[in-house]
């Protein structure tokens, strides 16, 4: 990612000195934005195309603003402060707004001095999409990160806290908590790493559209959360009698096993040799009325196993290779 950003910022620099040279900044800063931070090249080729998109859109906005209010007007920094407060908000949603934003405030400022923004704001978008150009040139060519890379590592990442969650020692509290809450992160940066699928998901395209693995992970781990949170919150409760029942205990082992085989298969090994398979039956039969807490931790750790499936369906198990076929030197 650093050779990334030090090939963006050196072409931006030849760039925008060479072509503007009073607003090559304007090149760097958003090749240092499209590339800087970025988790794969989807996510450089969104940010990219958001902050194009959303420096035309102000551009286009900022068009009708000038000598609307007048120079060294209050009302005109009034507006610019709420431009740029309506930005910063709307910047969660999507980095157009705030793109649009900026170029929209830089109007009113030049408004403000009483100075026709003119061509200025015809060569802000050339220099944007000029600087994304080249940042997203930078993240293809060199060293390139894939997206679907990302989603895998991310997803054997929210895995491990699930697993943790399964395998911790339900009398130590905290130790459950700190599981949970590493599981929910987990969740939380596949998410961020699926944003540029879910964005490319959503354009119309022809024909069927594809099926995306990376985003089926993160569905199936989202519907995890709310089994994994019930099963804390029953553990929490009664963690003597959860640890203590054989029920609970046999169905507790099957999703670890799950859990670890899907890691595992994620990464390109073979299923663990040992541990209870993920169809082993419960040691015990459930009893005949077990308390609130228990039928709270049964009825989770049945729906873990079960959306566990859909995520051994996207990475099947790898086979183990067999004793005939290793060749002894």
């Not at 809450?181 to 596949?190: I, P, S």
């Not at 119309?204 to 594809?210: E, L, M, S, T, V």
Request: hydrophobic share 50%.
């Amino acid at each position: 990612m650093a050779l990334q950003r030090a090939t963006a910022l050196t072409a931006a620099f030849v760039v925008g000195r060479t072509v503007w040279p009073d607003h090559w900044a304007w090149v760097v800063l958003s090749a240092h934005l499209v590339s800087g931070g970025a988790r794969s090249r989807g996510d450089v080729l969104v940010k990219g195309t958001w902050r194009t998109l959303g420096a035309a859109a102000g551009t286009l906005a900022a068009g009708a603003l000038p000598g609307t209010v007048g120079p060294r007007s209050d009302t005109t920094v009034v507006l610019i402060f709420a431009v740029l407060a309506a930005g910063t908000w709307l910047r969660e949603l999507s980095y157009a707004y705030w793109a649009a934003c900026v170029t929209a405030a830089l109007c009113l400022l030049h408004d403000w001095f009483g100075q026709d923004p003119g061509d200025l704001l015809r060569t802000r978008p050339a220099g944007i999409a000029a600087g994304a150009l080249i940042g997203l040139a930078a993240s293809w060519l060199v060293l390139p990160i894939r997206t679907a890379a990302v989603a895998r590592a991310r997803t054997a990442a929210a895995l491990a806290g699930l697993g943790e969650l399964l395998e911790a020692d339900w009398h130590d509290v905290c130790a459950v908590r700190r599981a949970r809450a590493r599981f929910a992160h987990g969740v939380d940066q596949l998410g961020l790493a699926v944003a540029p699928l879910r964005v490319l998901a959503a354009l119309p395209a022809p024909g069927q559209p594809r099926a995306c693995p990376a985003l089926e992970a993160w569905s199936a781990l989202q519907g995890c959360a709310g089994p994994a949170d019930e099963l804390a919150d029953a553990v929490t409760a009664a963690p003597a009698d959860l640890a203590g029942n054989p029920a609970v205990t046999g169905r507790r082992a099957r999703a670890a096993a799950h859990a670890l085989a899907v890691r595992r298969a994620i990464g390109r090994r073979p299923p663990p040799p040992d541990g209870p398979p993920a169809d082993a039956p419960d040691p015990t039969g459930t009893p005949a009325a077990p308390g609130p807490a228990v039928r709270t931790a049964l009825d989770a750790l049945t729906a873990l196993d079960t959306r566990l499936d859909a995520l051994t369906r996207l990475y099947p198990p790898r086979q183990a290779p067999s004793a005939a076929s290793v060749t002894v030197r």
